[in-house]
């Protein structure tokens, strides 16, 4: 009892702690995040006048959690699908920031004496900048329909799945102690091997699932499979030697391209929330203010290093993928500040005890002072950009230009292009899943049904089973881009394409042998040349059936409608063309969309009467209103309350747009704050000398004038509920009316109102 006791008291007091803490920072409107960690510093043993957790260990368990689900909202809120699109501005980009920025952590942790380990931990830190900070930013500060903030995001998209691969990488380094190229090889194609198995197989099965179970699932079973989902790929990655985060991230991908995303993501936000909380306030407890004053002049260095070099190597990346210098800048200026993935990668440092116990304090007030710094850092991207663009000679501004225009053009790739870099993506995906399938089989099933069926029973029907799984995958792997265009075509233009043509297919069929006769050298006790014999056997048979084809194509069209279907959706509710997006962003124009608001000013007026096209420079492209579009509006179309806008214009047009709308919805509500009065239900006498006496309820002006609503009149012994129109009000009529209390009042003195 007395545990249970311990683990409530000591939750109960870090949330109040939590809980205090962060109300004052939302007042002083500094981010959360940094309200979490000075509560955990009020609530750890280094602040001796206040009482403290009596048990840590609790912590540590929901610190653990924390790290879980902020993973997992994490991959919620990522997709493969995203990183494919976003381009090479954002791949670009990230790789530069992080490649720099290791090296740069690296050799000054090595340079201030840390060791190997300090150092090679202390680069993974400094190199990811802070997607929740950034976010919050971009919106506080209205930047979010900005160019330069689509880049950014699309590289913090980039940034949050090199994050997860760096921090299995260094779990492996820290497990050996030592940097073996090819145990590193080994471990990043494991690590690929794995990631591509599961999502292939969950992308097969479990969007299907929710789709099946779709009329069962409410916001509460809906939260308890995602969360018991999560959780059971968490379980899956940790068998497989891999991290809990790693899993959890992996499951959050998965369901972010299923219809349910959104839903699921706003369901399982309070739940982050809430054990994220409790994380943010343990990183918090293992600071010591002492250790921060002895380790004052490091922290300033790192501090300056995170803010030149991410400011440095993020805007060069930018640069380097083709982007103008004013989005490179102002990209780089956005980057300038580390945040979670540091604390999750300090963590791991500490929980696999290879990193020495300063480290940790020290990242974490880094990240405080650049995360303080985030705002100011944006809004001097600008002005530096000025100054840089001044200092620059003309050719080098000349030769940025050209290169940022040429960086857009489409070059045509050959046949032969498209084709080799379809069937690598093919043979990749599909050998992965092969591959994850014989070796589990093996592993586990195998032995299972063995133990049933001893002796070669047991061993031809295990056989047979693995074969009947995988057959349709090694077809794929065998026939697939066959019988493409490219391929078609590849085959009539020249007699010399086709020897190459037919070693690709030669060459899968050698793999899709080897594949086979694993299980067989495994299960069978049999000569290599009656193993490759059977190889074969079963590859033509493969070619040759009809109904694996069927099967085949089955799986394929399965897999791919599951991959889709969220996109699908998406586009039959977008606001903006992905494609004219794309374009556009290439030029100065940008789009944007805005909603209406539900007391806007502007709704029931004409887009002739806004004139936003001559008071703003930017013109309405599309209202969306529920299920219809209206692309194109004409001057006569009238905005509703909830009407989607999208508009198209300039950066500086765009924001001129943004400020005038608030400004009008700000004066349009304070106008109508100091007018508004509830509506009560009162009675009043008419009075001898009365100017509503011998009026009717319709000519007195009541109702369009006062804006009062007569329910009933009480006339000697009558009573009439809800009068009509034409009675007219006498000496001593006793009237119930509803209003306001000010227009009541002024009618029982017998004053009629102008409105």
């Known amino acids: 009892m007395s545990e249970v006791s311990t683990l409530i008291s000591d939750l109960g007091f870090i949330l109040i702690c939590a809980g205090i803490v962060t109300l004052l920072f939302k007042w002083l409107k500094q981010p959360v995040v940094l309200g979490y960690i000075v509560a955990g510093i009020l609530a750890g043993p ?95 500060m209205g930047l979010r329909n900005q160019r330069f903030a689509g880049v950014v995001l699309g590289i913090l998209v980039a940034e949050d799945l090199f994050a997860v691969l760096m921090m299995v990488l260094l779990s492996t380094l820290a497990v050996s102690q030592e940097v073996e190229g090819l145990e590193l090889l080994d471990s990043v194609i494991k690590l690929g091997v794995f990631l591509l198995f599961c999502f292939v197989v969950g992308i097969y099965l479990i969007p299907s699932f929710l789709r099946f179970f779709r009329k069962y699932l409410n916001d509460e079973t809906l939260l308890v499979v995602s969360l018991g989902l999560c959780l059971g790929m968490v379980l899956v990655a940790t068998k497989a030697g891999f991290s809990s985060a790693l899993g959890a991230f992996i499951m959050g991908s998965i369901l972010a391209e299923t219809l ?237 394409n086709r020897a190459p043509l037919v070693s690709l297919i030669v060459l899968r069929m050698l793999l899709c042998a080897t594949l086979v006769m694993i299980p067989v050298a495994r299960l069978l006790n049999v000569a290599v040349g009656y193993m490759w014999l059977l190889a074969c056997v079963v590859i033509v048979s493969i070619m040759l059936s009809k109904k694996l084809k069927k099967q085949s194509i089955l799986m394929e069209r399965r897999f791919f409608t599951n991959l889709t279907a969220r996109e699908v959706e ?114 009043f006498q008419i009075q001898k000398g009365s100017q509503l006496i011998g009026r009717t309820i319709q000519d007195s002006g009541i109702r369009d004038q006062a804006a009062c609503l007569v329910i009933g009149i009480e006339r000697g012994t009558t009573s009439l509920k809800n009068p009509a129109p034409t009675v007219s009000f006498e000496e001593g009529d006793l009237v119930w009316i509803v209003g306001e209390h000010e227009k009541v009042l002024r009618l029982s003195e017998g004053v009629l109102l102008n409105g």
């Not at 039959?572 to 124009?589: G, M, S, Y």
């Not at 502007?602 to 209103?625: D, H, P």
Request: glycine share 6%.
């Open 46 to 140: 280094a602040c001796e006048f206040l009482p403290t957790v009596a048990d840590t260990a609790n912590i540590d368990t929901w610190a653990d959690i924390g790290v879980i689900f902020l993973l997992f909202t994490l991959g919620l809120d990522f997709s493969f699908k995203k990183l494919v699109k976003i381009g090479s501005t954002a791949v670009t980009g990230a790789v530069t920031v992080i490649a720099g920025m290791m090296l740069v952590g690296y050799a000054t942790g090595l340079a201030l004496g840390w060791g190997h380990m300090n150092a090679l931990f202390l680069g993974g830190m400094l190199s990811m900048s802070s997607t929740t900070i950034i976010y919050k930013a971009f919106d506080d």
């Open 570 to 683: 998406q586009e039959k509710q977008a606001t903006i063309n992905p494609n004219f997006a794309n374009h556009l962003l290439e030029r100065d124009l940008h789009l944007a969309d805005f909603e209406v608001k539900q007391n806007s000013p502007s709704a029931g007026k004409t887009l002739k009467e806004l004139n936003f096209r001559k008071l703003c420079n930017i013109n309405v492209v599309t209202i969306i209103r529920g299920d219809i579009r209206i692309n194109i509006p004409g001057g006569n179309e009238r905005l509703f309350p909830f009407d989607k806008i999208v508009v198209v214009g300039s950066d500086d047009d765009l924001e001129h747009f943004r400020t005038y709308v608030d400004e009008r919805y700000q004066s349009y509500l304070q106008r109508r704050v100091t007018h508004q009065q509830e509506v009560n239900i009162e009675q």
């Open 260 to 496: 349910e995303a959104e839903k699921i993501e706003h369901l399982v936000k309070p739940v982050k929330d809430l054990f994220g909380a409790i994380f943010f306030v343990s990183v918090g407890m293992m600071i010591d203010p002492q250790l921060l004053w002895e380790y004052k002049l490091p922290i300033a260095l790192l501090t300056l290093i995170v803010l030149v070099g991410q400011v440095s190597f993020g805007t060069f990346g930018v640069l380097l993928s083709g982007q103008p210098l004013k989005i490179a800048v102002q990209s780089g200026f956005s980057l300038a500040q580390i945040g979670e993935f540091a604390f999750i990668l300090a963590s791991l440092g500490q929980s696999l005890k290879v990193t020495d116990s300063f480290l940790y304090p020290i990242v974490v007030a880094v990240s405080v002072i650049t995360t303080f710094f985030t705002p100011y850092m944006i809004r001097f991207a600008e002005p530096a950009y000025e100054r840089i663009n001044r200092l620059f000679p003309t050719r080098w501004r000349n030769f940025l230009e050209r290169y940022a225009l040429g960086s857009t053009t489409i070059h045509q790739r050959s046949d032969w292009h498209y084709l080799l870099k379809s069937l690598l993506r093919i043979v990749a995906i599909y050998t992965s899943v092969a591959v994850v399938l014989i070796f589990v089989w093996l592993q586990y099933v195998a032995p299972l049904i063995m133990s049933r069926l001893p002796g070669w029973q047991g061993s031809i029907v295990s056989l047979v089973l693995i074969l009947a799984l995988i057959s349709p995958i090694l077809r794929a792997i065998i026939m697939k881009k066959n019988h493409s265009p490219e391929f078609q075509k590849l085959w009539r233009d020249n007699l010399f």
